[in-house]
């Protein structure tokens, strides 16, 4: 029996490491079984409820290695969603690949923090050159890009915007009504004005409207390559021209979208995106990385030199005069997980080429799900996906006020989700609630997904049934 106090690294920690990770796959198993559904049946009252056998959780005496792993392994898969599960399809929530948890395993066992040198000497060059590749894929025709790893879409984006204000302390940002909740955030925790939002064509910003709203102020407009409600991508060869008309500097959000970079087919929707002055990227959606796993690529390297900060015990002077590289300034974070190490290897495993197939995949598979949705009378489609994100609800809305018809279709997302049969997702478009499937499963098919547009057919059936004063007369 493995001591619950044993060590990962070291000489022998792969051997406790050989005892214990199969005791975590058998609970894996066991729990998915036992869900054997996308979720958990009964909401959040039984999901707590499930965690009354491993009571207390925080023991005076400890339970031992094996069992605690073994009961919460299995605890967790029972009464989780799983991405891997073709109807867990709510948002950019993505299944990893098995390769990205297995290096998961190996930077875990050795921990390297990654805010200084000495703590993370080949973990932090590895990092180097695959940011490195990373901002070459961004911007090919650059001689000098960098990129720094992130949490994700929010922290880049926070990035993009300390850049432009360390340019810039007087910069506004401009966004469309389109953009991610965290451009509006960011400007918030930087100090600056609350962003000017600009109308859209759909899910797109108006090119017209954007000119229009670029004063003598100097700004930083933000675009957006994979928005969250659609997957739509601003036209961003225009925004670029705009941007370079007025004098403004320009961040591109592709946390979504911008893998598509990896596919010759998808490449044409980011015309323009290596033009801007920095990109956020997401591993963790296309990318197939456990969360987290953010990028945030700059045209100009020097750009990142923003990060800058001193701390004598992490990267005193004399030490990178003497040749140590300095992480500090790699992130706002000081400590920090290896996080490109397990992205490395994935790419290494795939090749650009590898991946840029994955994510043509899923789009190739949203487009056919929509054709599914369009031939089906009882669904009514919002419209042709551009990248993966599909838009859908039932036709029997279009019998209901329209206060009633969004009701319904909130009330058909968490009947589904109570079952744990699905987990959709919920975007307001046009004044109408509807559903929306997030499809980010490299190896599913559109066959895999029509039992789910019936399943929400029928549940649309019943919901009405419950409510028919709801329905407009006719």
Same mark, same amino acid.
């Given at each position: 029996?493995?001591?619950?106090?044993?060590?990962?690294?070291?000489?022998?920690?792969?051997?406790?490491?050989?005892?214990?990770?199969?005791?975590?796959?058998?609970?894996?198993?066991?729990?998915?079984?036992?869900?054997?559904?996308?979720?958990?049946?009964?909401?959040?009252?039984?999901?707590?409820?499930?965690?009354?056998?491993?009571?207390?959780?925080?023991?005076?005496?400890?339970?031992?290695?094996?069992?605690?792993?073994?009961?919460?392994?299995?605890?967790?898969?029972?009464?989780?969603?799983?991405?891997?599960?073709?109807?867990?399809?709510?948002?950019?929530?993505?299944?990893?690949?098995?390769?990205?948890?297995?290096?998961?395993?190996?930077?875990?066992?050795?921990?390297?923090?990654?805010?200084?040198?000495?703590?993370?000497?080949?973990?932090?060059?590895?990092?180097?050159?695959?940011?490195?590749?990373?901002?070459?894929?961004?911007?090919?025709?650059?001689?000098?890009?960098?990129?720094?790893?992130?949490?994700?879409?929010?922290?880049?984006?926070?990035?993009?915007?300390?850049?432009?204000?360390?340019?810039?302390?007087?910069?506004?940002?401009?966004?469309?009504?389109?953009?991610?909740?965290?451009?509006?955030?960011?400007?918030?925790?930087?100090?600056?004005?609350?962003?000017?939002?600009?109308?859209?064509?759909?899910?797109?910003?108006?090119?017209?409207?954007?000119?229009?709203?670029?004063?003598?102020?100097?700004?930083?407009?933000?675009?957006?390559?994979?928005?969250?409600?659609?997957?739509?991508?601003?036209?961003?060869?225009?925004?670029?021209?705009?941007?370079?008309?007025?004098?403004?500097?320009?961040?591109?959000?592709?946390?979504?979208?911008?893998?598509?970079?990896?596919?010759?087919?998808?490449?044409?929707?980011?015309?323009?995106?290596?033009?801007?002055?920095?990109?956020?990227?997401?591993?963790?959606?296309?990318?197939?990385? %456990?969360?987290? /796993? @953010?990028? =945030?690529?700059?045209?100009? !390297?020097?750009? +990142?030199? #923003?990060?800058?900060? &001193? *701390?004598?015990?992490?990267?005193?002077?004399?030490?990178?005069?003497?040749?140590?590289?300095?992480?500090?300034?790699?992130?706002?974070?000081?400590?920090?997980?290896?996080?490109?190490?397990?992205?490395?290897?994935?790419?290494?495993?795939?090749?650009?080429?590898?991946?840029?197939?994955?994510?043509?995949?899923?789009?190739?598979?949203?487009?056919?799900?929509?054709?599914?949705?369009?031939?089906?009378?009882?669904?009514?489609?919002?419209?042709?996906?551009?990248?993966?994100?599909?838009?859908?609800? %039932?036709?029997? /809305? @279009?019998? =209901?006020?329209?206060?009633? !018809?969004?009701? +319904?279709? #909130?009330?058909?997302? &968490? *009947?589904?989700?109570?079952?744990?049969?699905?987990?959709?997702?919920?975007?307001?478009?046009?004044?109408?609630?509807?559903?929306?499937?997030?499809?980010?499963?490299?190896?599913?098919?559109?066959?895999?997904?029509?039992?789910?547009?019936?399943?929400?057919?029928?549940?649309?059936?019943?919901?009405?049934?419950?409510?028919?004063?709801?329905?407009?007369?006719?």
């Amino acid at each position: 029996m493995c001591e619950p106090d044993s060590l990962a690294g070291g000489r022998s920690g792969h051997e406790r490491l050989a005892e214990l990770i199969p005791v975590v796959l058998d609970g894996l198993a066991a729990g998915a079984a036992e869900r054997d559904a996308a979720g958990p049946a009964g909401g959040p009252a039984a999901v707590a409820a499930a965690l009354t056998g491993v009571e207390p959780l925080v023991p005076a005496e400890g339970v031992g290695a094996e069992r605690a792993l073994a009961e919460l392994s299995r605890l967790l898969a029972a009464n989780s969603v799983d991405p891997a599960e073709p109807w867990c399809a709510a948002h950019l929530h993505c299944p990893p690949l098995a390769v990205a948890v297995a290096a998961d395993v190996a930077a875990s066992a050795l921990n390297p923090s990654m805010d200084s040198w000495d703590q993370a000497p080949v973990a932090s060059e590895l990092e180097r050159e695959f940011v490195a590749a990373i901002a070459r894929l961004c911007y090919p025709q650059e001689t000098a890009p960098d990129a720094v790893v992130t949490t994700g879409g929010t922290e880049s984006n926070l990035l993009g915007l300390l850049l432009a204000r360390e340019r810039n302390p007087a910069v506004r940002p401009v966004c469309g009504v389109n953009a991610h909740h965290s451009v509006a955030r960011a400007a918030w925790l930087l100090g600056l004005p609350a962003p000017i939002v600009v109308d859209c064509a759909g899910e797109r910003i108006r090119p017209d409207a954007l000119e229009e709203a670029l004063t003598a102020e100097p700004a930083v407009v933000v675009a957006t390559a994979g928005t969250t409600n659609t997957g739509e991508i601003d036209p961003l060869r225009e925004i670029t021209e705009i941007c370079r008309r007025r004098g403004a500097r320009l961040h591109v959000d592709a946390a979504y979208g911008g893998l598509a970079l990896c596919s010759p087919a998808l490449r044409p929707l980011l015309d323009g995106l290596g033009e801007a002055d920095s990109v956020a990227l997401d591993m963790h959606k296309f990318g197939w990385q %456990p969360i987290s /796993a @953010g990028l =945030l690529a700059a045209r100009v !390297a020097s750009d +990142l030199s #923003a990060l800058t900060v &001193r *701390a004598e015990y992490l990267n005193a002077d004399d030490d990178t005069e003497a040749g140590l590289p300095d992480l500090l300034g790699r992130s706002i974070r000081t400590s920090r997980r290896p996080d490109a190490f397990r992205m490395a290897v994935t790419m290494r495993a795939l090749g650009v080429d590898g991946m840029g197939a994955l994510v043509e995949r899923c789009c190739r598979t949203a487009a056919e799900v929509a054709e599914a949705i369009d031939a089906h009378t009882a669904l009514r489609l919002w419209g042709r996906p551009v990248l993966s994100t599909v838009l859908f609800r %039932p036709s029997i /809305a @279009g019998e =209901l006020t329209p206060q009633a !018809a969004d009701a +319904l279709v #909130a009330r058909v997302r &968490r *009947a589904l989700l109570e079952t744990g049969a699905a987990i959709v997702g919920r975007a307001t478009l046009d004044g109408q609630l509807w559903l929306k499937l997030t499809l980010l499963h490299p190896h599913a098919t559109a066959a895999d997904y029509l039992g789910l547009l019936d399943a929400t057919v029928a549940s649309a059936g019943a919901e009405a049934v419950r409510s028919p004063e709801d329905v407009v007369a006719s």
